[in-house]
């Protein structure tokens, strides 16, 4: 039965601070009902970092099979479907001996795991009793509640218990009852709960009683929520979805509009997106897969049966069309505006008669197709021939008048022909274009992309074969005024020159790169509120003036990187200017960091990785008054000696130590960071022992350590 906790107790270990210290990799993977074995393995294979240069069932299953025989790994499969499932997967697994490697499944077919190992141990997850039930109800109701509050009347308790018990004792119920009341505050809201509810669980009975609960749950929302709800059924089962990116595709289709033209400065569309996600996070229709630092929603997604509940809903409505496998035929898209693809199919099979507008690509769409086995004339003509279908594909797009939104997703990457064509230019009415790891032959984006001045979201992260993947850029970024979120190509031509001044609108800039870009563009941009800067340094003339770097006061992330090195004067008066900043990536060499008042009090976050940093960076950071995560990666610092005195890093919940290869010693006071949860150690071999320090923690939580020496693991007992 779906809906009483497999996936959340599964987590639970998953992320137990014995279990981590316990195995020296875990991997968690989705086995969805159409899963791709090749696919699931793949993924799998990248979780163990382990290099993988074939296709072929058969290497790859025997390579999976060998690793997980000979290390120690936690292999978590969640939600197999079927003994069929299985069997297609055993292969790569060593179950059946006696293996370094322990393999955890959920199901709601509890024969497959008999049916996988006669050995296993089987834990069936009961539904709740009535008093556990109300307690878990009261949580999630009641969570805005001061805990000293009286929370409940007699009345409202007694309509309560009522709901909960006819919930039957399914935990996903309970909590989606809990979040459609969490948005109640008076005793006729409750009862208006309370009557609909009572007609809705008539309908059906046990595992019924989760799909009718769940239709409450949408019906109970708000008119401006429910296009929200229904545009996460375009999103394959359990996909994590970036909420940066669902907010610019809801913007982008309309469905989120703000009162910015009405001289309201705070209510820009995107916070307005934001807190729509937040409602339905609130109400248990969106479950958070991970926060930032400011606690805000990173990822999410959707249980399977809420995602059900969403997907039939939306096709019921007309929402949407999503292709699998079946072929896709007039009669079910004439009057659908959106078009989503799960599986492969040709562009050509969308018929240009449709007046789309949306088109998102979650699987390559220019795959190729089994080539000849010996290189010939007819292995010549079988290229040309495939290089001239793709080139008809992407004119094919150019069809498209009305299109708002083009996307390549996940799994929709890859090699996509000669070049990226000029039709593009014709999609005059797009707001959302993402090109995002897309590859070509040629190096060139077509000028006919200044056409798009609708757009809001360009991401041309792209790249070419040739050339070590450097891409050419006209000069026409500048016309699309209504940018809000640009994603230039991580690597650019020398020739490539582009004036952004008219960006007046800019929210996020990545891959701004100095040898490119114009450097005062970027006190134009008084809206700006993420920034990655890449390549030389060089702002002489903006330091001997005293001129501010970014005029915004609104930037909270800001990502820098090169391979030649940073003066620590420049950064420091690039940091004056950001006075709001909330996260700082830093992946360049630099000899020390600038003084702590140089930083917003406001960072929370702070990522740095290859700085090379000569003297210990802890005296610095520790003085952040709402640091909550801390990362040093690979020669961040390459000295010998670190300390943390006390009393500091007063709100520091994660840690990380990778590859910092050099740290021999690490130094705590016993008051340092008396908020840590999270402490990660992965490759660094030269430090002895953890500080003594960290042993008076009481918060700690997860201690992951990771290819450390035999002689600190010993050390640790």
């Known amino acids: 039965m779906g809906g009483l906790g497999k996936t959340t107790l599964a987590k639970k270990i998953y992320r137990h601070s014995h279990v981590i210290s316990h195995f020296n990799c875990l991997v968690w993977v989705y086995i969805s009902q159409q899963f791709q074995k090749i696919r699931v393995w793949k993924d799998i294979l990248s979780s163990l970092q382990i290099v993988n240069n074939t296709d072929k069932d058969e290497e790859l299953a025997e390579k999976l099979h060998n690793f997980l025989k000979d290390n120690k790994c936690l292999v978590i499969l969640d939600d197999i479907w079927s003994i069929e499932a299985w069997d297609s997967l055993k292969y790569a697994f060593p179950v059946a ?21 006669r050995r296993g141990y089987l834990h069936e997850l009961q539904c709740l009793n009535d008093d556990e039930s109300w307690k878990l109800f009261q949580k999630i109701a009641f969570s805005q509640a001061h805990p000293t509050e009286n929370i409940t009347d007699a009345k409202m308790e007694e309509l ?16 989606v009852l809990g979040g459609i009341l969490a948005t109640k505050s008076s005793i006729h809201e409750w009862q208006i709960v309370h009557k609909n509810a009572k007609s809705y669980l008539k309908k059906g009975k046990g595992a019924q009683h989760i799909e009718h609960v769940l239709a409450l749950s949408y019906d109970n929302l708000p008119p401006y929520l429910k296009s929200c709800f229904l545009y996460l059924s375009q999103f394959p089962k359990d996909y994590e979805i970036p909420a940066e990116r669902l907010i610019q595709l809801w913007i982008a289709e309309g469905i989120v509009s703000s009162t910015e033209d009405d001289g309201n400065r705070e209510e820009v569309m995107e916070d307005v997106a934001e807190g729509f996600l937040d409602k339905l996070v609130e109400r248990c229709m969106v479950q958070v897969g ?16 809420m995602r059900d509940l969403c997907l039939s809903t939306a096709k019921k409505e007309n929402f949407l069309s999503i292709i699998n496998d079946s072929s896709l035929s007039p009669s079910n898209t004439r009057v659908v505006r959106r078009i989503v693809v799960h599986q492969h199919i040709h562009v050509q099979r969308i018929k240009s008669s449709i007046p789309l507008r949306s088109i998102l690509f979650f699987w390559h769409p ?4 089994s080539e000849p086995d010996e290189v010939d004339f007819w292995w010549f003509v079988w290229v040309v021939s495939l290089i001239l279908k793709w080139q008809r594909s992407w004119n094919m797009f150019g069809n498209f008048k009305k299109l708002r939104v083009l996307s390549f997703e996940g799994g929709a990457k890859g090699y996509s022909g000669v070049k990226l064509s ?16 897309i590859a070509f032959s040629c190096p060139h984006i077509p000028s006919s992309l200044g056409n798009l001045r609708c757009l809001q979201t360009l991401n041309l992260r792209i790249y070419s074969f040739l050339d070590d993947g450097v891409m050419n850029v006209p000069n026409i970024i500048w016309k699309l005024e209504q940018l809000r979120h640009l994603y230039l190509p991580d690597r650019m031509t020398d020739k490539t020159k582009l004036k952004l001044h008219t960006l007046t609108n800019i929210l996020t800039l990545i891959n701004f790169n100095t040898r490119n870009c114009l450097v005062a563009d970027l006190s134009k941009f008084t809206k700006l509120r993420k920034l990655g800067i890449c390549g030389p340094f060089d702002f002489k003339e903006e330091l001997d003036k005293n001129l501010p770097i970014i005029a915004s006061d609104c930037l909270r992330s800001l990502s820098i990187w090169n391979d030649k090195g940073i003066d620590p004067k420049v950064l420091a008066h690039l940091l004056l200017s950001c006075v709001n900043l909330c996260e700082l990536i830093l992946e360049v060499k630099i000899e020390k960091l600038p003084d702590f008042y140089h930083f917003s009090l406001s960072i929370a976050y702070v990522h740095l990785i290859k700085c090379k940093l000569v003297e210990d960076p802890m005296p610095t950071l520790e003085k952040l008054p709402n640091l909550r995560v801390l990362e ?3 020669n961040a610092f390459i000295g010998k000696e670190m300390v943390c005195s006390a009393p500091h890093f007063p709100k520091l919940k994660s840690l990380t130590l990778k590859c910092v290869w050099d740290l021999e010693k690490w130094k705590e006071e016993e008051v340092a960071m008396p908020a840590l949860r999270h402490l990660e150690i992965r490759r660094c071999e030269k430090l002895k022992m953890l500080p003594d320090g960290l042993r008076c923690i009481a918060t700690l939580q997860e201690l992951k350590i990771e290819y450390m020496p035999k002689e600190f693991k010993d050390k640790m007992v």
Do not use: W
């Open 97 to 117: 001996m006696n293996s370094n490697s322990k393999f955890l499944l959920t199901s709601r077919n509890k024969e497959i795991v008999s049916h996988a190992d």
């Open 160 to 175: 309560g218990k009522e709901m909960v018990h006819q919930c039957a004792g399914l935990p996903l119920a309970i909590i």
């Open 290 to 305: 991970e926060r930032d630092p400011t606690l805000k929603v990173k990822t999410c997604h959707m249980h399977d049966l």
């Open 366 to 369: 220019f795959v190729m197709e």
């Open 422 to 437: 000029s039709a593009i230019g014709n999609l005059i009415h797009l707001r959302f274009l993402n090109l995002g790891d």
């Open 632 to 634: 040093l990666y690979e």
